[in-house]
């Protein structure tokens, strides 16, 4: 093969990988569109987030390890989406996992969907808030008992609302 298609079907695939970030995928292979309760136009939401919050939760950006207030918060109460305020987290699940966000053994229930992410030439599960459907971080498989998962999440993704 000529370098220089080597290069045009390397670009292709590139392209077809950026294409296709964040999509989740069918048992047949199709794409699927995500739906969510809460939708708002780009302009909408930059008038109720902070320009960091936008970039996380609309966006997929990530926060700093090390910089969240919340990754010190150790009172009882619940952990709320940043963007709807749907209750995420309950305080009793979440443990210091030494990665610099705050993390958590387990969401409550029907608060969370996921999808893969195939960002940073890996794949990861992403996680978000099922209401609006914002980044809130990822699911990893090396969190304690008794899940066994780790979701490791942007604090700035999150509201804390004591018990």
């Known amino acids: 093969m000529k ?50 919050e936008y970039r996380v939760l609309r966006e997929e950006a990530t926060e ?19 963007g709807c305020d749907l209750p995420l987290y309950a305080s009793s699940t979440k443990y210091d996992s030494g990665t610099g966000w705050p993390s958590f053994w387990e969401a409550l229930p029907n608060a969370v969907g996921t999808k893969v992410d195939n960002k940073l030439f890996m794949t990861r599960t992403e996680v978000h808030c099922r209401r609006c459907g914002g980044h809130l971080g990822h699911i990893f498989d090396d969190g304690p008992e008794p899940t066994g998962k780790r979701h490791c999440i942007n604090g700035v993704s999150l509201d804390f609302v004591a018990a």
Do not use: Q
């Not at 670009?11 to 794409?31: D, K």
């Open 3 to 52: 370098r220089r298609n080597l290069l045009l079907a390397g670009s292709a695939f590139a392209t077809l990988g950026i294409a296709g970030l964040g999509l989740r995928i069918g048992s047949s292979g199709e794409a699927l569109a995500e739906e969510f309760e809460i939708t708002k136009t780009p302009e909408e939401w930059r008038a109720i987030l902070t320009d960091f």
């Open 64 to 82: 700093r390890p090390y910089t969240s207030d919340l990754l010190k918060e150790k009172r009882e109460g619940t952990f709320t989406c940043a």
